[in-house]
């Protein structure tokens, strides 16, 4: 049975830094691509970034368009978790933050198989 759970939400002000975990039980995160996705009130999840499975050449990263530059995904094999850090935040960051794994493509919310409760991140002006 496979558990993700994130946490590292909060209220923060425009310009902070924050940074996000994602932790996983019976799944090896180094084995499957993991993704970051965000939902904001009255809008629809939408992808935020997405790190691939590990190889020996290393592993990709993919953002959205909105964040890249300001947000990195990384992964820390030893304790199987994944991390978004989030650097120059601005209010329309505010969303719950989910993590996911097992995708069959990476950019769709649909398409992931494993999805945590969220955390939510709150971006004041």
């Known amino acids: 049975q496979v558990h993700v759970v994130e946490s590292g939400g909060g209220l923060v002000q425009a310009g902070d830094s924050l940074t996000l975990s994602c932790a996983a039980s019976?799944?090896?995160?180094?084995?499957?691509?993991v993704g970051w996705f965000r939902q904001a009130p009255g809008k629809e999840r939408e992808f935020i970034a997405a790190?691939?499975?590990?190889?020996?050449?290393?592993?990709?990263?993919y953002y959205a368009a909105s964040v890249k530059g300001r947000f990195t995904i990384y992964r820390d094999n030893t304790k199987n978790t994944v991390y978004l850090q989030m650097n120059s935040l601005k209010p329309e960051d505010t969303a719950v933050y989910y993590c996911?794994?097992?995708?069959?493509?990476?950019?769709?919310?649909?398409?992931?198989?494993?999805w945590g409760q969220g955390t939510q991140v709150t971006v004041s002006s």
């Open positions: 019976g799944r090896t995160f180094s084995t499957v691509t």
């Open positions: 790190i691939t499975v590990l190889t020996w050449s290393g592993s990709s990263t």
């Open positions: 996911a794994s097992d995708p069959r493509s990476t950019y769709y919310s649909e398409d992931y198989n494993y």
